[in-house]
């Protein structure tokens, strides 16, 4: 005989997502669905009791992942995403906090010890900070690395450039230089200045007059 185990379903996200902001009650400060999952920011100041209240009653084991955003335009540019999954409901949900440059993020190091490595690299990249985080330093980039750069406004080609210098026998750090300014596309053709329509063109045309 064989035995058939399927995964324990939700009756709808919409119920779900009603049942977790009902049970977070006012750390929530929006909540929705996009792309076919649950999306809920929470307080950020609360965000490890939000976390803690997610794992121990209602089953999302898991921290997957932590994420930032850059939204250079808002007072607070910066979104951390924390990617929970339940392992028992086969369910997965996104819990966001906002921040900037100067309001440190309350670790969720107490929580799950891979934080650690995961809140490394939001800081490395965008400059997000942690409070309490017990070895908050970079992890991606070099020793010495100046800026963050998964910020919008950090420039493509970066601040210093290294190379090994024959004359020092060591690696050097020197000033960006280049032979010529970066240039500039419109994004709709890999040539800058063309007069005719490549392929692939006419969609973003298309795109254009709806």
Same mark, same amino acid.
Request: charged share 30%; net charge negative.
């Given at each position: ?10 009756? !709808? ?17 929006? !909540? ?58 086969? /369910? ?6 906002? +921040? ?6 309350? +670790? ?39 800026? /963050? ?7 493509? +080609? ?30 709709? !053709?890999?040539?800058?200045? !063309? ?16």
């Amino acid at each position: 005989m064989t035995i058939v185990h399927s995964a324990p379903k939700f009756a !709808s996200n919409e119920g779900v997502r009603d049942a977790l902001t009902a049970a977070l009650g006012d750390i929530v400060v929006s !909540s929705k669905e996009e792309h076919g999952e649950i999306v809920i920011t929470v307080k950020r100041d609360e965000i490890e009791n939000a976390l803690k209240l997610l794992r121990d009653d209602h089953e999302y084991q898991q921290l997957m992942e932590i994420a930032g955003v850059d939204y250079p335009d808002r007072a607070e540019r910066f979104e951390v995403v924390y990617m929970l999954l339940s392992l028992t409901k086969n /369910h997965r949900i996104m819990v966001k906090v906002n +921040t900037d440059e100067a309001k440190p993020v309350p +670790t969720v190091t107490t929580l799950w010890p891979n934080a650690g490595w995961l809140e490394r690299e939001v800081f490395d990249l965008y400059g997000v900070t942690y409070a309490g985080n017990p070895d908050l330093r970079r992890i991606l980039t070099d020793y010495g690395f100046e800026g /963050h750069p998964f910020r919008k406004d950090f420039p493509l +080609t970066g601040y210093t450039e290294l190379r090994y210098s024959e004359e020092e026998k060591r690696v050097v750090y020197e000033p960006v230089e280049l032979a010529q300014d970066l240039r500039q596309f419109d994004f709709l !053709s890999p040539w800058e200045g !063309s007069d005719y329509v490549l392929p692939g063109d006419e969609k973003a045309q298309e795109e254009g007059k709806k």
